[in-house]
């Protein structure tokens, strides 16, 4: 059986506990194969993308203030969608440009994960991207405590070490799992 | 600059929005280090365990309805830590035999992540687990519904493209890694 198949339904309740900036939050009940009701409490969530991008050997990062969790982190370019549905292409371009103010002229698409499935929405696509060139300057609005480091792809075994950002170490150990020679 | 230095400070200002079955939401304000004052939704947790157990040449997983994603999802094992500051190798193991009914004799701490640094408190320890024995049957209370899959090694590679949780791509990722013969 394969992980995709199977899905479950949609809920067949659903009450809106909290609207935020960032996030929704609800309480909803589910119907299971088996006809009990378990409820959850579900935070919804556009998705996102995050982008590996390498630039003259060296993979490029953000090192910004995460207020929820106390810590300056070192993480890959990412960011929301705008939209559920906004392509994530699209954004990942984005927020590459707003973000490292590169454009990326060769990308591709490395698959998806959830983030924290028993309780949030958001699923991240990955993106690799090479053959970078400068863009304007960074978006207005952008968080200016926001600081760009190129990290040289011969010491990532000491960034996958140093990194504790979920999605930022599954897109390093997947560039590193693509690097080393075959066989 | 390491990652973990430049830590940021607790919030300079609280409101709790919401306490739920497994998610507190608070909007905080911080004040960062250049004297401003940023406002954040966070979701408080109390942190969690994952385990990669592997057991004659095949990692053990948890097949279960994540109702959030209205899908079937295949997980390494997992669970919350009771409290904060419970000591996360004591729920490693008992998550361990809880959600597979394993013991194992061999521990290994490697590291950890958050699983969503914007906005959850979320720090996931990871750990390698060996030399398996059936402790008994799984804990009551225990979901019904989770199925455990034995995955053989020599297809893992197939294992990382088909799952689709933050967390065990990041387990499964580190265990080919270590798999893999050195140079």
Same mark, same amino acid.
């Given at each position: 059986m *394969?992980?995709? *198949?199977?899905? &479950?339904?949609? +809920?067949?309740? *659903?009450? $809106?506990?909290?609207?935020?900036?960032?996030v929704d939050l609800r309480v909803s009940d589910y119907r299971r194969p088996d006809g009990s009701v378990v409820r959850r409490e579900?935070?919804?969530? +556009?998705? =996102?993308?995050?982008?590996? =991008?390498v630039e003259d050997d060296?993979? &490029? !990062?953000?090192?910004q203030p995460r207020e929820a969790v106390e810590e300056f982190t070192l993480? &890959? $370019? =990412?960011?929301? !969608?705008?939209?559920p549905g906004e392509d994530p292409l699209g954004c990942a371009r984005r927020e590459l440009a707003e973000e490292t103010g590169r454009a990326a002229a060769t990308w591709r698409a490395a698959g %998806?994960?959830?983030?924290?499935?028993a309780m949030l929405t958001e699923f991240i696509h990955l993106f690799m991207a090479s053959d970078l060139t400068p863009v304007e300057a960074r978006a207005e609005g952008?968080?200016?405590?926001?600081?760009?480091?190129?990290? $040289? !792809? %011969?010491?990532l075994g000491r960034l996958i070490d140093e990194v504790r950002d979920a999605k930022t170490l599954i897109g390093l150990l997947r560039l590193e799992r693509e690097m080393r020679p075959p066989g």
């Open positions: *394969s992980d995709r *198949s199977g899905g &479950l339904g949609p +809920p067949v309740r *659903s009450e $809106p506990v909290y609207r935020g900036m960032i579900v935070m919804d969530h +556009p998705g =996102a993308a995050v982008v590996v =991008a060296h993979v &490029l !990062l953000v090192r993480e &890959l $370019p =990412a960011g929301k !969608l705008d939209v %998806g994960f959830y983030t924290a499935p952008e968080d200016e405590m926001i600081e760009v480091v190129r990290w $040289p !792809l %011969g010491d």
